[in-house]
Nanobody, 115 residues
Framework: QVQLVESGGGLVQPGGSLRLSCAAS????????MGWYRQAPGKQRELVAT???????NYIDSVKGRFTISRDNAKRTVYLQMNSLKPEDTAVYYC?????????WGQGTQVTVSE
């Protein structure tokens, strides 16, 4: 099993940047497909970006060119660099780890983009 702890959220003005981090426990981190999801008030949770064990990445269209997901297997951490933030990026961001039929979630970190 893996436990996930997110950090790095906060309040930022439109056009600003934030970097989210997700620290994982366990020795098999490098095998997991890691993902960032977000959930805005009144909306369903949506997948934002994923990164495989082979560092293949995928993004939803609305964040392509602005967000970058990366991982450091030695530190057992996955990152989400968010640039050119927009008010519509406001949400609770969750880290997710998947391996086969197993999945684990972090507790979430709030990102608010506002003047």
């Amino acid at each position: 099993q893996v436990q996930l702890v997110e950090s790095g959220g906060g309040l930022v003005q439109p056009g600003g940047s934030l970097r989210l981090s997700c620290a994982a426990s366990g020795s098999s981190f490098r095998f997991y497909v890691m993902g960032w999801y977000r959930q805005a008030p009144g909306k369903q949770r949506e997948l934002v970006a994923t990164i495989t064990s082979g560092d293949f990445t995928n993004y939803i269209d609305s964040v392509k060119g602005r967000f970058t997901i990366s991982r450091d297997n030695a530190k057992r951490t996955v990152y989400l660099q968010m640039n050119s933030l927009k008010p519509e990026d406001t949400a609770v961001y969750y880290c997710n780890a998947k391996l086969g039929g197993y999945a684990s979630w972090g507790q979430g970190t709030q990102v608010t983009v506002s003047e």
